[in-house]
């Protein structure tokens, strides 16, 4: 067709028409027998109709045009056209068989796989079936990231080690094996899949693990904490300073024996941010009297209870469970502790909880935050915009009927205002 050819056509009925013809032929190769009306109800059919040469009386008791009917104006026109050429002029590309196309994909993607594995055996299982899909459709123009990963897997370090280091060392760039990156998603997705693997003592795997700690891949953890814990099991460490924890009344012994700093901080009721780096050059961690933990969201109320009960292990979130803070748990729960968790009763509150009695249903229990006191304390309005689809998300038995309740009333409780509350539970449990 030329310019004027190509104009004619440019109406919205053939538009809708080729492209039905084209759909057809991609999925099954043929055209069909004919084509409803129905595909064209929002379209002025008139320039089609023309085309075929139908009259108004025939047209409008018609239902569905007839292929045949198409054939046989393109090859009356002055086109000359088969139905073949007309769509494939129209679009200016070549007719597509679905079959053909996945052929062609799957010979291309066999080829992405054996490069890959060519470089390295281990992304055989260090990548599921998912993932070989989304790195494939990224059509990369090389595959410079798989070997950096596969480098820095072969050359994981012995000792805990900052990932900016471990990145600067693989890459000669500390940001290398940041998430944001296709080096730092490749590494965390492998990490993950190897850590999944059932046998782990066989092959690769076995020469790749140095500390076979428990892993919470796959529990109720945010992705970031899912990451740092992945990370960690391979001796890396996104954060190790800025990333702490409050606490008060806890002892700790190291590789050499008891810790006398953790010691000191403890005789003197002294709380401290405990960093990450100090928490994991722990191999225990227990309270200094007894197995009961009391575990608070906010650090204002952590400081008035530190005060009031001096000798009592206390830890405190500060609104948010940080890694450190898992890994303090972690430690506390293999010293079969018994953990109490007072946090605010709100969307945000209740959503911690739910999460910290998932991941360790046996070691933990809520306190202060029962049905009767949330009923029957003051609290404020509810405004935030997703708070009913959080608590609708609660599905935990030991709180979802204070997700209930919160529901119907629409209000929060803050910690702050259960003080009174909280301190005579504690005398009585704790003391």
Excluded at 62 to 68: A, D, L, P, T
Excluded at 316 to 325: D, E, H, K, L, M
Excluded at 385 to 390: A, D, F, L, M, T
Aim: with cysteine; proline share 3%.
């Amino acid at each position: 067709m030329d310019r004027r050819d190509s104009n004619y056509f440019q109406k919205e009925v053939f538009m809708i028409l080729v492209e039905e013809l084209a759909h057809r032929y991609y999925k099954k190769g043929k055209f069909g027998k004919s084509i409803g009306f129905q595909k064209f109800e929002h379209a002025d059919t008139e320039p089609l109709r023309l085309f075929l040469g139908i009259s108004a009386v025939k047209w409008d008791k018609m239902k569905s045009i007839q292929i045949s009917q198409m054939e046989e104006a393109l090859g009356r026109s002055r086109f000359k056209l088969s139905l073949v050429e007309f769509v494939e002029a129209f679009r200016g590309h070549p007719l597509q068989l679905e079959s053909v196309l996945q052929q062609e994909r799957e010979i291309q993607f066999q080829k992405f796989v054996q490069l890959v594995l060519d470089i390295d055996i281990l992304f055989q299982n260090g990548l599921t079936s998912s993932q070989w899909e989304i790195w494939f459709c990224q059509q990369l123009q090389d595959l410079t990231c798989f070997s950096v990963v596969a480098k820095a897997l072969h050359n994981l370090p012995i000792e805990f080690t900052r990932l900016p280091v471990f990145a600067y060392q693989i890459t000669g760039n500390p940001h290398g094996f940041d998430s944001s990156e296709k080096t730092g998603k490749l590494l965390l997705q492998v990490m993950e899949n190897l850590i999944s693997e059932k046998n782990e003592d066989d092959g690769i795997l076995g020469t790749m693990y140095f500390e076979r700690t428990p892993s919470c891949v796959g529990q109720n953890l945010s992705e970031v904490e899912k990451q740092a814990n992945i990370l960690s099991y391979f001796k890396l460490l996104r954060d190790d300073i800025m990333n702490f924890v409050a606490i008060r009344g806890f002892l700790a012994d190291n590789k050499r024996g008891s810790s006398a700093m953790w010691k000191a901080a403890c005789d003197e009721c002294c709380s401290w941010n405990v960093p990450l780096k100090e928490l994991l050059q722990m191999r225990e961690i227990y309270p200094a009297v007894g197995k009961k933990v009391l575990l608070v969201e906010n650090a204002g109320v952590y400081s008035i209870l530190m005060d009031r009960f001096p000798r009592i292990p206390i830890v405190c979130t500060n609104g948010q469970f940080r890694y450190a803070v898992w890994v303090l748990l972690r430690k506390l729960v293999a010293f079969d502790c018994e953990i109490f968790y007072a946090g605010d009763m709100d969307p945000d509150g209740i959503g911690m909880a739910q999460k910290i009695l998932s991941i360790f249903p046996n070691h933990v229990q809520l306190y202060a935050m029962d049905v009767d006191l949330y009923v029957n304390s003051l609290g404020i309005l509810i405004e935030d915009v997703n708070w009913e689809s959080k608590v609708k998300n609660i599905a935990h038995p030991a709180i979802i009927d204070l997700a209930k309740e919160m529901l119907r009333l629409r209000k929060k409780v803050y910690q702050e205002g259960l003080l009174d509350v909280l301190i005579r539970r504690i005398s009585k449990d704790f003391l």
